[in-house]
């Protein structure tokens, strides 16, 4: 089973929300700068050429070269720090500069100006940032500049551009809110769908979901949803039925049988191989039986305080006879007594077949090694036996529903149902099985059991 988280449509969907929503924001932001920038700084450059152009006219057209200008002109006071101008003649000499200039020049533009203005950004006199307007004047006079500070419009901007960050987190905190409370309520009767049919995978008895409640656009996909999980239920509850029917129709008459053998006059060991084979159909008819209904999820286990010891050497007992027939020697390495948490009938079934494959098809007169013991890595039960026949590709394939292998031997070959039942009853229990070929010999181990002390 893959541990990989599964996506989350919310999740997505919020983040989708956020991502987008800040980028949308973001260019908002973007627009907006270079909107107010732009209005900003154009009705300053044009106010500050227009009144360039009528201080030049003056200066220019009325006064003569070489005049300053009067120092009762209010923009251009010493110490007002406001506004500022210069200019210079044909050979690059002042001919006139504003008293707030003092006895410093204004820096020259970067080029010379034509028809229209030039505008630059430069240090005023009195060290504040500045911004330019250079004109062309005709006459002696070649360069006219005039200045201001920028400082106070600089600061607006930055106000301005602070209050756009504060407004654009709060909308985009508002928008983030408001979209993760309308997908999660939009996504409600989602839930209660999904909800309902978990109810229903595990009491069929629950009805069917009204999908009426649904949101029109998942009303179809809703609806196709809930055909399927009620054919599924009557599929399970048909199952279910069979399950039962069946254990009842077939171990009716495995009794009667039994009964029957029992009063029929002993000839030979005719009558006790009836019986072994009567015992031998039983058992298939168990092991089909529970494989279906633990696979179906019908029967759960219960968990509990076994002692595996015990129930080791009881399956051994009851394998000796069959043992002894074959001439197979069992070496038993199992602890006078072994507490674990697990449900006593699964594990007992889980060993019985274990213990029941080795001994049906090891060779006659071969060794078989049973272990009961505690690793490191945790408690194992280990069953070991020759197997010099199996390949190691169909030691892969052990396990699987009715597998044979190829090469069988006398009693029919590794596999079947036994060992089906026992992987599916130790899912059921969270045990892994593990199957190892080695030197011709088959060993399967059991790992993932619970010691009763480590639960405490």
């Known amino acids: 089973m893959s541990n990989k988280r599964s996506p989350s449509l919310r999740r997505a969907l919020a983040l989708r929300l956020v991502l987008g929503g800040g980028l949308l ?76 200039s003092g006895a410093r020049d204004l820096s020259r533009p970067p080029q010379p100006p034509t028809t229209e203005a030039v505008l630059y950004d430069l240090e005023l006199p009195d060290g504040h940032r500045g911004r330019a307007a250079a004109l062309r004047v005709d006459g002696n006079a070649s360069i006219f500049v ?36 309308a997908v999660r309520r939009a996504l409600r009767p989602l839930e ?34 809930d055909r399927a999980f009620t054919r599924l239920t009557q599929l399970l509850l048909r199952e279910r039925r069979f399950a039962r ?119 006659e007169g071969s060794r078989i090694e049973v272990r009961l013991e505690q690793r490191e890595t945790g408690l194992r039960f280990v069953v070991d036996n020759a197997a010099p026949d199996l390949t190691a590709a169909e030691v892969a394939r052990l396990g699987e529903r009715h597998f044979r292998s190829t090469h069988a031997s006398a009693s029919g070959g590794h596999a079947g149902l036994g060992l089906a039942l026992c992987m599916a009853l130790g899912e059921q229990l969270g045990l892994a099985m593990d199957f190892a070929l080695a030197a011709g010999r088959l060993t399967v181990t059991v790992t993932g059991l619970r010691r009763l002390d480590a639960e405490l």
């Open 25 to 100: 924001l973001g260019c908002l932001f973007e627009a907006l700068d270079w909107l107010i920038d732009h209005e900003l700084y154009t009705r300053f450059d044009e106010a500050l050429t227009e009144r360039g152009r009528l201080l030049a006219t003056e200066l220019t057209g009325k006064v003569p070269p070489g005049r300053r200008v009067p120092a009762g002109w209010p923009e251009f006071r010493a110490g007002n720090h406001t506004d500022f101008f210069q200019l210079w003649d044909r050979d690059g000499g002042t001919l006139a500069r504003s008293p707030s």
């Open 192 to 225: 209660e769908f999904g909800a309902d049919a978990e109810r229903r995978s595990l009491d069929p008895a629950v009805s069917a979901y009204d999908v009426g409640g649904l949101p029109v656009e998942l009303q179809p996909m809703a609806a196709a949803l």
């Open 146 to 181: 005039i200045a201001a500070e920028r400082e106070a419009l600089d600061a607006l901007e930055r106000r301005i551009h602070a209050a756009l960050i504060v407004t654009i987190g709060i909308v985009l905190v508002l928008v983030v809110s408001l979209s993760i409370t």
């Open 245 to 363: 029917d069946l254990a009842h129709e077939l171990r009716t008459p495995l009794a009667e049988m039994f009964a029957l053998v029992e009063t029929v006059p002993a000839v030979g060991a005719q009558r006790e191989a009836l019986a072994q084979a009567l015992t031998g159909m039983t058992r298939i008819v168990d092991g089909l039986l529970a494989l279906a209904r633990y696979e179906a999820g019908i029967d759960a286990p219960a968990i509990e305080p076994v002692e595996l010891a015990a129930v080791v050497r009881a399956q051994l007992n009851a394998l000796s006879a069959v043992a002894a027939q074959r001439q197979i020697v069992v070496d038993a390495a199992v602890p006078d007594e072994m507490w674990v948490m697990t449900d006593e009938l699964l594990i007992e079934r889980i060993v019985a077949n274990l213990l029941s494959n080795a001994v049906a098809h090891a060779p």
